[in-house]
């Protein structure tokens, strides 16, 4: 697998090297890693991959001009392009925005969603809309998406107000990591919240690139 780290992926993404494929992926670099072992796995070699920083996810107002910036950078170098981007907070903008270039997009209102597959997410909506979410990744980046965003590397008193209304973490885990577990579960310790192990595999990632 391409040699990245979780810190180049936040602040940079990956960036396309060369072009071997006829489909060109572009996606959240939250979700680089999961792509490139559903690619080494399946044979998919025709699909060519590159990434936007993941720190996107903290501001979603800026993903649909940078996916859209992407897509007309790569158009005329292949056949076709699919953003591995679900809603992500864009408000439908970004649906709207590949509907208007003509590129498909993965469905679903955020990652956790297709992680855990949108048809169970959606039924489990009711009795889970007090939970907070992390992926393989986010656990791996706690730091830098939770922790230092919100100010509680400097006010740990502030933790209360961000998730007084949550009542437990669920991690939604890729991989069977027990090292990614337990620092997961610390991860809900620091927050005061309940934690819950859920493993999802690649949800309907895995089944959104194998039709391309």
Known sequence: MTSISDTGLTEDGLPLVHRTGRVLLIACGALAREILDLKAANGWDHLDLTCLPAKLHLYPEKITEAVHHAVQQHRAEYDQIFVVYADC????????????????????????????????????????????????????????????????????????????????????????????????????????????????????????????
């Not at 649906?95 to 997009?105: D, F, K, L, R, T």
């Not at 469905?107 to 889970?128: D, I, K, L, Q």
């Not at 949550?166 to 997961?184: G, H, I, S």
């Open 89 to 212: 907070g864009t408000g439908g903008l970004l649906q709207a925005a590949c509907n208007e270039m003509g590129v498909s997009m993965i469905a679903g209102p955020h990652c956790y969603s297709f992680f855990e597959g949108n048809t169970v997410f959606a039924g489990r909506a009711e009795e889970e809309f007090t939970a907070f979410y992390l992926t393989d990744f986010l656990v791996r980046q706690f730091d830098a998406f939770v922790v230092r965003p919100m100010g509680l590397d400097r006010h740990p008193e502030l933790r209360d107000m961000y998730f007084g209304n949550y009542e437990k973490l669920v991690y939604q885990a890729q991989t069977d990591d027990p090292e990614l577990t337990e620092k997961a579960r610390a991860c809900a310790d620091r927050l005061g919240l309940a934690f819950e192990r859920r493993f999802t595999g690649y949800g309907d990632l895995k089944s959104a690139l194998a039709g391309l």
